[in-house]
C-alpha cells in the first residue's frame, strides 16, 4: 500500500510514515556487539554489515558531535568501467577511509570501517592511504562498531558532548 494511502486511513502525515519506516530499518550496532532496533530490541540472527555500521556511526557522530562536520566518502561499490573511468578523471581515489572528521581549529581525521569479521582485511590502497595521512600527520583508525568510534573521538580531542550508547 503508498504511504498516502496508508496515511489516509490511519490519518497520519506521510512524511512521519516514511520517517518512522525509515528509522525502523536503520538498526544500531551497539558497543556489545548486538544488533537493536530504533526501539532498543534486540535482532537476533542478523549478520552486520558495513553499510548499517555506516548509518549508526553517522548518526552517533550527527547526535554527539554537533560541531564536528562529518561526512561519508563512497568510494566502495560496484560501478561500470565507463562510470569508474569517469569517477577517476574526477579524481576519486581507492583506498580513501569511509569516514572524514572536520573540527576546530582546522582540525580532520579520518575513519575506516570495518564490520567485526573483515577488521583485519584492509585493502593495500588502504594500507597505502592510511600510511601517507600518518605521514601527514593526519589522525586515521580503523572501527568496527559505534563503541569503538567514540573511544576514537575521546582519544582525538573531538569535541563532542556525553552520550550513552
Known sequence: MRLAAYSRIKGLNASVL????????????SGD??????????????????QEL??????????ACPDVFSLHIPNGGYRRKAEA?????????AGVS??????KPGKCGFI?????KAKNRLSDHQHDFM????????????????????????EWNIPCRETRL
Do not use: C
Open 18 to 29: 516514511r520517517n518512522r519506516r525509515v528509522l525502523s530499518a536503520m538498526p544500531a550496532l
Open 33 to 50: 556487539g548486538h544488533w537493536y532496533n530504533i526501539m532498543g530490541m534486540a535482532i537476533h540472527g542478523r549478520k552486520e554489515s558495513e
Open 54 to 63: 555506516q548509518m549508526a556511526v553517522m548518526r552517533y557522530l550527527t547526535l
Open 85 to 93: 573511468a569517469i569517477m577517476k578523471g574526477m579524481g576519486v581515489k
Open 98 to 103: 569511509d569516514i572524514l572528521l572536520l573540527w
Open 112 to 116: 575506516e570501517l570495518k564490520t567485526p
Open 131 to 154: 600510511q601517507r595521512m600518518k605521514g601527514f600527520g593526519v589522525p586515521i583508525a580503523v572501527a568496527t562498531s559505534v563503541d569503538e568510534v567514540r573511544k576514537i573521538v575521546v
